[in-house]
Antibody
Framework: QVQVVESGGGLVKPGGSLRLSCAASGFAVSGYYMSWIRQAPGRGLEWISYIRSGDDVIFYADSVKGRFTISRDDANNSLYLFMNSLRVEDAAVYYC?????????WGKGTTVTVSS | IVMTQSPDSLAVSLGETATINCKSSQSVLFSSNNKNYLAWYQQKPGQPPKLLISWASARESGVPDRFSGSGSGTDFTLTISSLQAEDVAVYYCQEYYSTLWTFGQGTKVEIK
């Protein structure tokens, strides 16, 4: 069964760090672009980063560039998001998605709360 | 690229047609393959988004045929014909033409 499952969310203080994980099953992450998207409470969807298959080129939204790092572990068939210098406005549900042009497989998300 | 949806919300009677528009600030039509890099997603309350349509008009497997996508270049439409109760959701368009992808702000569809 093709699916992705996010984990690693939690409560963190402003300025803190967190690592999110996305475990894939039913397909190899190495063969697809993989993306992170977030949704702040009551707000719309915001794309934040993706990593390309083949050449591992990475792109970030301006809102997270320099603070977040996306990576992929082919051996563990997983995607990660390292989040540093977290701000209150980073609080959101973070989704991992497989990309085939559009984002065709989404996880249920993991919640990040940033509060002192 | 900025994606702008209209309206922000709409209420439609059961069995009637809902029409959602999405306008991009620049063309998402790739001339070399004549494909529009535009997707539509449905998000029901408490659920993750679900891909409905890719390449502006290609319905995903399992998506009811009352959902259809149209348009090209900068102007796109998602049409839900014969609206059902289970179609209550927020709908998003998203471009994947540029290297930095963007979503529209979403359109909330309710039953009148």
């Amino acid at each position: 069964q093709v699916q992705v499952v996010e984990s690693g969310g939690g409560l963190v203080k402003p300025g803190g760090s967190l690592r999110l994980s996305c475990a894939a099953s039913g397909f190899a992450v190495s063969g697809y672009y993989m993306s992170w998207i977030r949704q702040a409470p009551g707000r719309g969807l915001e794309w934040i980063s993706y990593i390309r298959s083949g050449d591992d080129v990475i792109f970030y939204a301006d809102s997270v560039k320099g603070r977040f790092t996306i990576s992929r572990d082919d051996a563990n068939n997983s995607l990660y998001l390292f989040m540093n210098s977290l701000r209150v406005e980073d609080a959101a549900v973070y989704y991992c998605a497989r990309v085939q042009g559009s984002m065709d497989v989404w996880g249920k998300g993991t919640t990040v709360t940033v509060s002192s | 690229i900025v994606m702008t949806q209209s309206p922000d919300s709409l209420a439609v009677s059961l069995g009637e047609t809902a029409t959602i528009n999405c306008k991009s600030s620049q063309s998402v039509l790739f001339s070399s393959n004549n494909k529009n890099y535009l997707a539509w997603y449905q998000q029901k309350p408490g659920q993750p988004p679900k891909l409905l349509i890719s390449w502006a008009s290609a319905r995903e497997s399992g998506v009811p045929d009352r959902f259809s996508g149209s348009g090209s270049g900068t102007d796109f439409t998602l049409t839900i014909s014969s609206l059902q109760a289970e179609d209550v959701a927020v709908y998003y368009c998203q471009e994947y033409y540029s290297t930095l992808w963007t979503f529209g702000q979403g359109t909330k569809v309710e039953i009148k």
